[in-house]
Structure formats: C-alpha cells, structure tokens
C-alpha cells in the first residue's frame, strides 16, 4: 500500500467507508492514480476519477452521502483557494459570461431531458408532500407556485428562467393567465414556444438585465443559482421595476447553510459553469432595499428524491438516447445526479420558496403549504 492509498482509508474511515469493501456504499478502486488525484483536487478529482472509470461504487449515492456528513469536502482545500479567488476578481455570471452555462448544459439535447423529467419537463426540485409519483409531484409543485403567487384569469406574469416553458403551460392552462417566459438556452426556448403554441404565452431568448415592462405577478424557479453574488443587486432591481405595486414575487432556488462566492469545482467545471448558491443573508441583503418579505418556505429534503427519481429515468433511458453521448457522459452524469441527491440528503444544500412584494403591498399575504 502506498502512501496515498493509507491516507485516503484515513480519511475515509469515519464515515465507515472501506477500500474494496463488503458494503454497496465501499468504494472499489481499479486505477492507482484515483488516490493521488483526489488528494490533488479534492472534489473535483473524485468526480474526475469516477468518469475516468478509476473506481466505481453499488450505492453512489449512499457513497457520497456519507462523504459529505463527514465534511470530507473541506479537509481538502487546495482547488477551493482559487475558486474562490477567481469569483472574487472576476464577474463569473456577466451578459457574457451567463451564456456559458447555457452551451454547457441545457443546449446538450432535448431528449435527454424529455427522457428523464416529467410530463411539463420541470428541471427544478418537486413538492412529495402528497405525491407518489413524479409527474404528481411536479404538478403539486406548479399548483403550489400558482396558489402562493394568488394567479386569477387575465393576469399577467413573467417567468424568469423559463427553462422549456412547463410552468408557463401550467399557468396558462390552468390559470388563465397570460405568461411571458425568459431564458438564455435557445434549446429550452424553441421547445418552450413549441410546448405552449396556442397558449397566450411569449418565450423571450434574453438576459434577464434586460427586461422591460410591468408584470402582476413574477416567478423565478431554479434560475437564481444562476445569478452570482455580484449580480443579486441587479437581478432584484429588475424584478421590482417589472412588478406592479399590487404584486407578489416568487423565488424558488437552491440555497446555502453558509454564504460563500463560488461551487462545487467538479460541478462548476462539468455540469454548471459560473454557478453559485446563495445563503439566506445573501439574498436577504439583496432583497432588502426593493421588498418586503412575505413568506420562506424550505422543502430540501424533497430534492432528493427528485433527483433520485430523474436518475432512476436517465439510466432507464441510456440505450435511447446513447447514440448523441458517449460513456464517459453517462458515468458523468450519472456522479452528477448521486452527488446532488446527496447534498440534500446530508443538508449541505437546501430548497426554498420565497414571497416577496414592494414594502407598502396593500393586502395581507397569507402562507401557503
């Protein structure tokens, strides 16, 4: 046994995991070079190395639950440093900037994502509370979003971060509103506009800093994520000037224990570039000049078995859709869902909705559950 090899059964000892184990969650190494490179970089050479084949593991989720409830992440600083640095000199979410997410994830193909999300192709986490399966679960959360936001027949709402218009189809259909939807992925926009011709909804290919118009209602549904610390200001300047005095603003995003300016570096560099999630002082200092703050709603744990469900899907449907990918893409993706799932589980991550509206909003808000 090397040293490397010593070092990482240290680490790894108190969250019970073993090398070459007996146990589903026991990780198997096949390749030497996973302990020198995970040592090097931390959660981004785990991730790495698990597309690489090096080590492979029955319960992966299980795997890096137990990783995460050991706070494994921050005894290996090294890569953290310099994410750090780079989003404190650099705006990591510009006009720019904001597009490299959009090539880099939710332009990789319809079909994927028609294959593994529900009926109205909800990329955000579902509402369990009554549900059994996902496309209840994901309805229960649209219904839940048009419920809090008080939508009646007419209104006018904008969506921002439309993603491939589920929520504006929804609303629309159901509701009887009139729905503008944003984004930035021309993907989610042509099958957006697709999903909802007929319906009294327009899909905008835009950034959000340059919206314009007034709005009885506005949404935002796992699009904030997006946003960064350095843009908060800007995003909930917009908001405001779109919304009417009258109006109720919703906010549903993922969100951090601890404030903090950067991600996960294995998930900023595969699967959300520039992405960062906010703690409930980041955006309350934000919110804090435009609103008032009505309502905030936490259902983290039900992300879990979103994303537990959305994998279930995709590994269903790889012989469908292997054809546009390759293996490394599947092993990819597949860390990706286990290593999200687990966030939640182990409550590094949470899931919040958030009703804001102007400071002399002339009614009483009541909650919604």
């Not at 090096?54 to 137990?66: G, I, N, P, S, V």
């Not at 109006?247 to 560099?269: A, K, M, Q, V, Y």
């Not at 919040?352 to 102007?358: A, S």
Request: glycine share 6%; charged share 25%; with cysteine.
């Amino acid at each position: 046994m090397n040293r490397y090899q010593s070092t990482i059964e240290t680490l790894i000892l108190p969250a019970g995991i073993h090398l070459n184990g007996t146990d589903d969650f026991d990780i198997h190494v096949y390749d030497d070079r996973f302990y020198r490179h995970v040592l090097r970089y931390g959660s981004l050479g785990l991730g790495e190395s698990y597309m690489n084949g090096w080590w492979d593991c029955k319960a992966l989720d299980t795997f890096l639950y137990r990783l995460l409830t050991v706070n494994l992440e921050k005894r290996i600083k090294h890569y953290l440093q310099w994410q750090s640095l780079k989003a404190k000199i650099f705006n990591l979410q510009s006009i720019t900037r904001a597009v490299e997410v959009a090539k880099k994830h939710y332009n990789i193909g319809n079909e994927l994502f028609e294959y593994m999300l529900d009926k109205y192709m909800i990329y955000s986490c579902a509402y369990w509370s009554n549900a059994s399966t996902l496309e209840q679960a994901q309805e229960d959360k649209l219904d839940l979003i048009c419920r809090k936001l008080k939508l009646s027949p007419g209104m006018e709402i904008l969506d921002i971060g439309c993603g491939w218009g589920g929520f504006a189809q929804f609303a629309a259909e159901r509701y009887q509103v009139r729905v503008t939807g944003v984004t930035i992925s021309s993907e989610q926009a042509m099958l957006a506009k697709e999903r909802c011709e007929g319906l009294p909804v327009r899909v905008l290919l835009e950034d959000y800093r340059l919206l314009k118009g007034s709005y009885d209602r506005i949404v935002s549904i796992g699009m904030f994520e997006h946003v960064g610390y350095k843009n908060y200001d800007t995003f909930m300047k917009v908001v405001k000037q779109c919304l009417r005095k009258e109006g109720l603003f919703l906010l549903h995003c993922i969100g951090n224990n601890e404030s903090g300016i950067h991600t996960d570096p294995w998930i900023d560099r595969y699967i959300f570039p520039n992405g960062m999630m906010p703690s409930p002082t980041q955006i309350s200092r934000a919110a804090e000049p435009y609103f008032a703050l009505q309502d905030w709603h936490n259902f983290g744990m039900d992300y879990d078995l979103t994303l537990m469900e959305w994998l279930k899907r995709f590994r269903a449907s790889w012989e469908q859709i292997r054809h546009h990918y390759d293996d490394q893409f599947y092993r990819m993706w597949e860390y990706y869902l286990s290593i999200s799932a687990a966030s939640f589980r182990a409550r590094k991550n949470n899931l919040w909705q958030i009703i804001y509206t102007h400071p002399d909003y002339p009614e009483r808000y009541s909650g919604v559950r």
